[in-house]
């Protein structure tokens, strides 16, 4: 069974919060909520699916079902692929849509890593169980910027990848945020600049990375029928895949990322091409999480990804593939360090022609959004989504 | 046993110990005595890491370790320039045995290493009765 025309994006809503002191999470979860639901045009009383990752507060669904008091749920789905979460979310819902257990989905992310950290609380991630791996890598002390590093350095040297270029994917970002009110990091940066920012862990700079930032995002996804009784521009679901990669026992390769796997499967439900695509939301933790996954994603050929990027490629209007119109995690929001929510909301803001009219992409009927988890120097997520319009 | 880190520095957080498990105690053991083990299949005859009971290739529960030569190449690596005290290395070093794995380039001039570079074996205190097996240009 496809998803292909099975389900559509009715709603959207994006915090503009960027540092929530004095907010809770569980808070935050239910502002944005209330956000989507109001841009659909439906009540929490419609929602008869819920989806949150396991970074929300409590047991997931359980908890945030209670308190956002949503009574009329049959189906909920706590699938937890890191920063990828809520591509995934949208493809199950999709699923769950097609398969007649649903109507009407509700996706939340949430969190406030900037005022947790401001405020002193700790946070505990995932499972009381330590990851099977920690031993053979927690003493070698691993850190989210070193694991990506790892991967640009070897990019570098199988295909002469340079600094130069991936600083292009910082600047193309930087000179889309310049025109959302609600980004962080509005000013618009040279490659010089980002190369001459301070050398975090060799060879990414602080340009590389992205923001961290509170705040969150939601997304509603309803049946057919749904869709048409709503006055919302509809966005259609055409298709969306999965797929981990890790280390392979001990023979890893990190010069690409599952974007290779989830990306032609993506495709081929969708039945359309990469150089059909129009827009891209691409999950921007660092610059190189980009390149590769641009790459593996079939923009270009493997490798020529430094090139592909340089010169302004990414910059609406300017080049081929506009990507992360609205500053994307590099510039404007990594809401809870998960960055596939906000891709999903871009590339629906695109397909509906109301992105910010400096960055939309003129009849921008075909679009990707793409989401990566975990580490791409370790085990990581990569989830692929299509989105288009009716004919 | 290399003399890169001490006790001291263990208890300062420069060392972190593992938290040894029923899975991989044989294999923290013998970092005491200086020798990197490596988790074979006796069904399969792969080599894996990082080490589990069942091999990751065959599903054999007739997993055994056995010692490395403790030699191996940069895979890659990266400097950690900012937000820690201290510059220090992390790499992906290929053993001759190969399995890769993830590991701290020490007693190295940061600036002189490079991608294929050989590496050997260096065992580093964790003042916890086992030692991390680190790397250094050979």
């Known amino acids: ?391 | 046993m290399s003399d890169t880190a001490t006790k001291g520095d263990a208890k300062r957080g420069k060392v972190r110990a593992p938290h040894v498990t029923h899975e991989d105690k044989e294999f923290w053991a013998a970092t005491a005595q200086g020798r990197l083990l490596i988790k074979h299949c006796e069904d399969c005859g792969k080599p894996h890491h990082y080490p589990r009971a069942l091999c990751p290739y065959c599903f054999s529960e007739r997993t055994r370790f056995e010692e490395a030569s403790g030699n191996g190449v940069i895979y890659t690596y990266s400097v950690q320039r900012r937000g820690a005290e201290e510059p220090y290395a992390i790499a992906y070093v290929t053993l001759d045995e190969g399995v890769t794995m993830l590991t701290n380039l020490v007693d190295c001039d940061f600036d002189a290493l490079a991608i294929g570079q050989k590496v050997r074996v260096s065992f580093v205190d964790t003042g916890e009765g086992n030692a991390l097996p680190m790397f250094t240009p050979a």
Not at chain 1, 118 to 124: A, D, I, L, P
Not at chain 1, 277 to 306: H, M, N, P, Q, R
């Open chain 1, 1 to 391: 069974m496809s998803i292909k025309g099975k389900a559509y994006i009715a709603g959207i809503y994006e915090h503009p919060t960027r540092l929530a002191l004095g907010k809770t999470a569980s808070q935050l979860h239910a502002e944005v909520a209330k956000g989507a639901l109001d841009d659909a045009g439906l009540t929490k009383d419609d929602v008869d699916a819920y989806f949150c990752d396991g970074d929300a507060p409590g047991l997931g669904p359980l908890d945030m079902i209670e308190y956002l008091g949503l009574n009329n749920v049959r189906h909920m789905d706590s699938t937890e692929t890191g920063g990828s979460s809520y591509v995934a979310h949208v493809n199950h819902a999709a699923q769950a849509i097609a398969a007649g257990h649903c109507k009407v989905a509700l996706i939340t992310l949430a969190g406030r890593p900037a005022a947790n950290a401001k405020e002193g609380v700790r946070m505990r991630y995932g499972s009381a169980y330590p990851p099977p791996a920690a031993n053979f890598e927690n003493p070698f002390r691993p850190t989210i910027v070193n694991m990506y590093a790892m991967c640009a350095m070897r990019h570098m040297h199988e295909y002469g990848t340079t600094s130069e270029q991936l600083a292009w994917i910082k600047v193309a970002a930087s000179h889309h945020a310049q025109h959302n009110p609600h980004a962080l990091l509005r000013d618009v940066v040279t490659v010089e600049e980002v190369v001459a920012s301070p050398m975090i862990a060799d060879p990414l700079h602080r340009l590389d990375c992205c923001v961290i930032t509170d705040g969150g995002g939601a997304i509603v996804v309803v049946a057919p029928e749904v869709m048409r009784s709503l006055k919302r521009p509809p966005v259609k679901v055409l298709g969306a895949a999965e797929a981990p990669k890790h280390l392979m026992a001990g023979q890893p390769d990190l010069t690409f990322s599952g974007a290779r796997w989830s990306g032609q499967r993506a495709f081929e439900e969708a039945g359309v091409k990469p150089a059909d695509i129009k827009y891209a939301s691409i999950y921007d933790s660092f610059t190189i999480t980009v390149l590769e996954t641009i790459e593996d994603l079939g923009f270009c050929a493997k490798g020529d990804g430094g090139k592909f990027v340089a010169d302004g490629n990414l910059i609406s209007g300017v080049g081929k593939l506009p990507f992360n119109t609205d500053g994307g995690g590099l510039c404007n929001n990594h809401p809870a360090n998960r960055g596939g929510m906000t891709k999903v909301l871009e590339a629906t803001r695109q397909v509906r022609g109301e992105a910010h009219p400096a960055v939309q992409v003129p009849d921008c009927d075909l679009a990707l959004a793409h989401g990566t988890g975990g580490l791409l120097g370790a085990r990581m997520g990569s989830v692929t989504l299509i989105l288009g319009r009716d004919a």
